[in-house]
């Protein structure tokens, strides 16, 4: 099978999976519902609990889809305290969306493969019944002989065909509302300062990382060529005048070693921060990494695009990236780079036409390029459903 067939075949059952699962979210948010329409109003303190309920085991689905969810701070006390809180109000709307919408599209989900196998499996068994019976499906089939028994099965390909395109836009649609009513959007002073924390631990750890491995690149590799260059040398005098042969050939290693270590400097040195940079500025290093892309890349950058030295060296790490993830990972025929400047905002726009499903837990680098962004108290946004388009959205401060 090749392998964009098996990857949008996995996509697939993972989309069914996760919209079965959808389905008992909904029902349990079709029940919270009912009951906080009987009692919000008299009793909001037992309806409410159900309600958070119901959200929670949602945050946990999508959690395991992708990003983790905060949940919101306690239930506030008092009758009508609910009515100042945004979380619940966003619950309550999630349970409203969720127990309608959220239910059918689960049954959707659920329900083409039931008809793709009913229909596959209905030359094996269609002799069980009489002809004037018809067949399965959901319009009526005269069967009078073979050709309409293979109509039949020429359906439930179609319905195969449904489930491997729509199925992984079905688990997207169904997992929407959560995702955009059921996040946490505080504004509380100490869950910024708690973020904030988090964020410079975070820098200070790569910050960490990076310096041990500038290390390691100097002690195993520079510092070892160097180290032969010195000994080389010394045999090389020691044996001038008794072997000029072997003088010269000691010579010439010690030349190709003092290449060696100079070409590891260079690259240490572009590790720490390209040059290309300062060389041609932010939009010339872009469009170096997307000419260079595996994968055919269109760059859309205006030429005066500028941004403290720190935030380009970001922006071109998270596209550098990026890029690599597109060309390992996404199976993509074509991808695109957008920057562009917004006041005090940079603003960059990765995407690909690829099978998406991209995840920060499955070790794809994405961890990486979250942490960089946000050392800079930056923002990324990413949206990869299964089945693709996959784009990423970064926006980082860079001063006025």
């Not at 196998?117 to 030359?123: I, S």
């Not at 399965?136 to 069967?143: K, T």
């Not at 935030?311 to 562009?340: I, R």
Request: net charge neutral.
């Amino acid at each position: 099978m090749p392998l964009h067939v098996s990857r949008r075949v996995r996509a697939a059952v993972y989309a069914l999976e996760h919209l079965v699962l959808g389905i008992g979210t909904a029902v349990l948010a079709l029940t919270s519902a009912i009951w906080t329409i009987v009692a919000l109003i008299p009793a909001p303190q037992l309806a409410l609990p159900a309600v958070r309920l119901a959200a929670d085991r949602e945050r946990a689905r999508l959690s395991r889809m992708g990003p983790e969810i905060a949940g919101p701070d306690p239930l506030p006390q008092g009758r009508w305290a609910w009515v100042r809180d945004p979380a619940i109000r966003r619950e309550l709307a999630w349970t409203g969306i969720h127990a309608t919408a959220g239910f059918v599209l689960g049954l959707m989900g659920l329900t083409l493969p039931l008809w793709a196998l009913q229909d596959l499996t209905w030359p094996v068994y269609f002799w069980l019944f009489e002809p004037g019976e018809g067949g399965p499906g959901i319009a009526y089939w005269s069967m009078d002989g073979p050709l309409q028994v293979f109509y039949v099965f020429l359906l439930g390909l179609f319905w195969v065909l449904m489930v491997i395109f729509f199925g992984p836009l079905l688990a997207w649609a169904q997992a929407w509302p959560g995702r955009r009513l059921l996040t946490r959007t505080d504004t509380d002073p100490s869950v910024r300062i708690a973020h904030l924390t988090a964020t410079r631990a975070a820098a200070l750890d790569a910050h960490a990382m990076e310096l041990r491995r500038i290390e390691r690149s100097l002690h195993d590799g520079t510092q070892n060529r160097l180290v032969a260059v010195n000994m080389l040398l010394g045999a090389a005098r020691r044996a001038l005048t008794r072997d000029p042969a072997a003088a010269e050939a000691a010579l010439d290693r010690a030349q190709e070693a003092a290449e060696q270590a100079l070409a590891e400097l260079r690259t240490v040195v572009r590790g720490i921060l390209p040059p290309v940079l300062a060389d041609r500025g932010l939009p010339g290093a872009l469009a170096g990494l997307t000419t260079n892309s595996a994968v055919p890349t269109k760059l859309d950058v205006s030429p005066d695009v500028r941004a403290p030295a720190s935030v380009e060296a970001t922006a071109y790490y998270v596209v550098a990236e990026a890029l690599t993830n597109v060309t390992k990972h996404s199976g993509a025929s074509n991808a695109s780079v957008a920057v562009w400047r917004d006041r005090d905002r940079l603003f960059l726009r990765v995407g690909d036409d690829g099978h998406g499903g991209a995840d920060e837990t499955r070790g794809s680098g994405l961890t990486g390029i979250r942490r960089r962004i946000e050392a800079h108290d930056g923002r990324l946004t990413l949206t990869s459903p299964f089945g693709g388009p996959t784009t990423m959205l970064v926006e980082l401060p860079c001063g006025s």
